[in-house]
């Protein structure tokens, strides 16, 4: 079983519609956690960080279940933009260190 | 641009030959990790520098990869011998040490025929 698991894609939805990412974390001392969006043959850019129990930005949303080992990314009123793989990362602990990515979601909205 | 720098963006080689590539990170970050990423799979961990010391390496970086950070600010990765598996992008990612959000420099995509 891999560390860091994500919903396998790809996710086709309309423009305007709301879409949910899930992605599960194995190692319970995991502090850290990330959502990155990477665009094709780019590197992945971070899109938000989920320190607690979770935060927003605009029409993205990340949710952090500490007790059930998983994080969620929520996206409202998709764009075309919004087109992109979605990679979740956890980092084990405080202080720094490596990231243990999840395989990446890809999402496609169409108009 | 004050982000990520990595050189060169693209590189062909023929399997058994030596490859050399260059991060320079964010200027105030002292943290500095190595990835490879292969299609359709997320960046897998290869090594990471807090200034020049390497604290951490990968059992997936075998002999013939090896990392430097000698001043603490720019990073080499070399791969000796290449092999046809060590096609992949190489993406390297900064950080402070607080927070330890990583930002990823446009990667070294690399072909080995």
């Known amino acids: 079983r891999k560390e860091v698991e994500q919903d396998p894609g790809p996710f086709n939805v309309p423009e305007g519609a709301t879409v949910a990412f899930n992605c599960t974390y194995s190692?319970?001392?995991?502090?850290?956690f990330f959502w990155y969006r990477q665009d094709c043959r780019k590197e992945p850019k971070l899109l938000m960080s989920v320190y607690s129990s979770g935060n927003e930005d605009g029409r993205f949303t990340a949710q952090l279940n500490r007790a059930s080992q998983y994080i969620s990314l929520l996206i409202r009123d998709s764009k075309l933009s919004d087109s992109a793989t979605y990679l979740c990362a956890v980092n084990r602990g405080l202080g720094g260190g490596k990231l243990i990515f999840g395989q990446g979601t890809e999402l496609s909205v169409k108009p | 641009d004050t982000g990520v720098s990595q050189d060169p963006r693209h590189k062909i080689t023929k399997r058994g030959q030596n490859v050399t590539f260059r991060c320079d990170p964010i200027s105030e970050h002292n943290r500095l990790y190595w990835y490879r990423q292969t299609l359709g799979q997320g960046p897998e961990f290869l090594t990471y520098f807090q200034n020049e010391a390497q604290l951490e390496k990968s059992r997936l970086l075998s002999d013939r990869f090896s990392a430097e950070r000698p001043k603490g600010s720019f990073s080499t990765l070399e791969i000796q011998r290449t092999e046809q598996g060590d096609s992949a992008m190489y993406l390297c990612a900064s950080s402070r040490d607080i927070p330890e959000t990583q930002y990823f420099g446009p990667g070294t995509r690399l072909l080995v025929l």
């Open positions: 190692n319970s001392a995991s502090q850290s």
